[in-house]
């Protein structure tokens, strides 16, 4: 059984589903080492997007001549499509949004008009993406309630232990990341889902770092909302999911207003329309989501089994070299980590070392990765950060780790 | 042609020789060492621009007209660009300098580092070299 998987990885052939794998960058080939800023994209979801665009292309929800509803229908089942991907129970619960920041906004903004209040606190991480802690602020200072930050170790993984004690019957919604984009920390957020919901509190999880690497199924976890963007997961940008429980999206008002989201509109009284659409003001971004349905056709042929296994082994041998190159520290050595490896080098600045790293054809993140408060708990000025998708081998690392050592002597 | 051009030039020349860009950055890194240091007590919160990715500081002394800077940075690649600003554009005359146009980045390759996506603080530190041969040439006149 083992075996035939690992046949079924042909990770060459992998690669050849993505064109940009074959650019060159400052003149050598490239080694893309930053997919959790953004995946490349496969052959697959790029000509879907043509083929949309050249044969396909119409308003959805609203003509009645043959184009539209074709257009409609594919849009129609790309939502089928994510809603199988992440196991939700229904369609109405699967929101297209533009990526993980809107869905954020759209939860503490909806959300918490309704149902936060003065004296009222909301629970995020100390590991947390702006995109996850500034909807927050700004909500908290607009209702006249609290924001409350549970710490990290020095591991980077939260402590439970804290978390548990900040959250008591004034917290109003607990959230949290799946997969830190700075760390690579795995979080348990079913046990905090679960022990969330003892006090009837409602979980947010930024999926953005998760769905590109672990199978999600938000009933399983038991999450209130769950929201991830489609770049990271292959697909197109400007589209993204957010889920949410029914029981949830019912009683919040609209986000924004307009096309779409309606029932009926006079200038006394408008009503609004059913889920998932109350949520979908304008006209969507439908070669967006149409792309989308595609990367999670994509995805469904790779397999999460064989994604998961990929990217441990690199994940782990990556690990392994750079730790045999002096001065190197890895932020961040959670047990449960995804696939990122994030480092700094006694003595060399983080953009020094990208700046060379660049010119070498090798692609990585440098800098504070949008989360500067956990820079901060590291004292540090932001880090060297890799991460890995499906498509990358052996061959991208041990380009890394001579790219580093090179850069290294040159700055040292 | 004024001595801001010639500088320029200067450097443009030093660069063509470099085959490749390893060799470039390694030079670039070894006249960061040269520097004139911003002194410790100016390397505070008001001398500081701040980038997202690195940071400099940068001080401006006055007399006859001209401007002399020291600077220093966080990072070794932008300190040895600034090195390569402050070579052509200290000493200066401030109207010179409020109005140079420094094409030697572009042509020695190294626009991408004042790119604003870059956020290094360097766009931002040749604003406030402008603005000081502004403010100074606003006051001796
Ligand atoms: C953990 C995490 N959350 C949220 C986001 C925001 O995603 P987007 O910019 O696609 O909305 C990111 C993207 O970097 C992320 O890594």
């Known amino acids: 059984m083992e075996v035939t998987a690992q046949q079924a990885f042909d990770i060459e052939k992998i690669r050849k589903d993505f064109p940009l794998l074959e650019q060159e960058m400052n003149g050598k080939p490239i080694i893309f080492l930053d997919s959790a800023a953004s995946s490349q994209k496969p052959a697959q979801v790029i000509d879907r997007l043509n083929d949309y665009y050249r044969t396909g292309h119409a308003n959805v929800h609203r003509g009645v001549y043959q184009l539209s509803q074709e257009a409609t229908t594919a849009f129609e089942e790309a939502r089928e499509l994510v809603r199988q991907f992440i196991n939700a129970p229904s369609e109405k619960e699967v929101i297209f949004v533009r990526g993980c920041t809107e869905g954020i906004n759209l939860v503490a903004s909806s959300y918490g008009r309704k149902f936060i209040n003065q004296g009222d606190a909301v629970l995020i991480t100390a590991m947390e993406h702006h995109s996850n802690i500034v909807p927050w602020q700004m909500i908290c200072e607009e209702r006249g309630a609290e924001l409350r930050v549970a710490p990290v170790n020095d591991?980077?993984?939260?402590?439970?232990?804290?978390?548990?004690?900040?959250?008591?019957?004034?917290?109003?919604?607990?959230?949290?990341?799946?997969?830190?984009?700075?760390?690579?920390?795995?979080?348990?957020?079913?046990?905090?889902?679960?022990?969330?919901?003892?006090?009837?509190?409602p979980v947010l999880v930024d999926g953005a770092q998760a769905i590109p690497h672990t199978q999600v199924d938000v009933q399983a976890l038991d999450a209130d909302f769950y929201t991830f963007s489609g770049h990271k997961m292959f697909g197109p940008t400007g589209i993204g999911v957010l889920?949410?429980?029914?029981?949830?999206?019912?009683?919040?008002?609209?986000?924004?207003?307009?096309?779409?989201?309606?029932?009926?509109?006079?200038?006394?009284?408008t009503t609004y329309n059913e889920l998932p659409h109350k949520f979908e003001a304008g006209t969507p971004d439908i070669s967006g989501v149409i792309g989308l349905g595609e990367a999670v056709k994509y995805m469904q042929s790779v397999g999460y089994d064989n994604i998961s296994r990929h990217e441990h082994e690199l994940l782990s041998y990556a690990t392994e070299q750079l730790k045999q190159i002096e001065g190197l520290r890895i932020i961040g050595t959670a047990r449960e980590k995804a696939s990122v490896v994030s480092f700094i080098v006694e003595?060399?600045?983080?953009?020094?070392?990208?700046?060379?790293?660049?010119?070498?054809?090798?692609a990585v993140r440098t800098g504070h990765h949008c989360t500067q408060p956990l820079m901060a708990r590291y004292e540090i000025p932001g880090t060297v950060r890799a991460s890995f998708a499906f498509y990358n081998n052996k061959a991208d690392i041990d380009a890394l780790v001579a790219g580093i050592n090179r850069a290294v002597l040159m700055l040292k | 042609m004024n001595q801001i051009n010639s500088i320029q030039d200067e450097i443009i020349d030093e660069f063509a020789f470099f085959g490749?860009?390893?060799?470039?950055?390694?030079?670039?890194?070894?006249?960061?060492?040269?520097?004139?240091?911003?002194?410790?007590?100016?390397?505070?919160?008001?001398?500081?621009?701040?980038?997202c990715q690195s940071q400099v500081w940068l001080h401006a002394d006055e007399s006859e007209g001209k401007v002399d800077f020291t600077a220093d940075s966080d990072a070794v690649i932008t300190k040895g660009i600034i090195a390569l600003l402050v070579r052509v554009l200290s000493g200066q005359k401030a109207d010179e300098i409020a109005q140079a146009d420094l094409y030697f980045i572009d042509k020695i390759g190294l626009?991408?580092?004042?790119s604003p996506t870059r956020s290094n603080g360097l766009v931002s530190m040749v604003k406030q070299m402008?603005?000081?041969?502004?403010?100074?040439?606003?006051?001796?006149?």
């Open chain 1, 155 to 201: 591991a980077g993984e939260i402590d439970l232990d804290a978390l548990y004690a900040l959250l008591d019957e004034r917290v109003k919604i607990v959230s949290l990341v799946h997969v830190s984009n700075a760390l690579g920390t795995v979080n348990p957020v079913k046990a905090i889902i679960d022990r969330a919901h003892e006090l009837n509190v």
């Open chain 1, 243 to 269: 889920y949410g429980k029914e029981k949830w999206l019912e009683q919040m008002p609209p986000y924004h207003g307009g096309g779409e989201m309606i029932k009926t509109v006079t200038f006394e009284k």
């Open chain 1, 347 to 362: 003595g060399v600045h983080p953009y020094d070392l990208g700046a060379i790293l660049d010119k070498l054809g090798i």
């Open chain 2, 20 to 51: 490749d860009w390893m060799e470039k950055y390694e030079y670039i890194i070894d006249l960061g060492k040269s520097l004139p240091l911003i002194e410790e007590q100016y390397k505070n919160e008001e001398h500081l621009i701040k980038g």
């Open chain 2, 111 to 114: 626009k991408e580092h004042l």
């Open chain 2, 130 to 141: 402008k603005m000081y041969g502004l403010a100074i040439n606003a006051k001796s006149q």
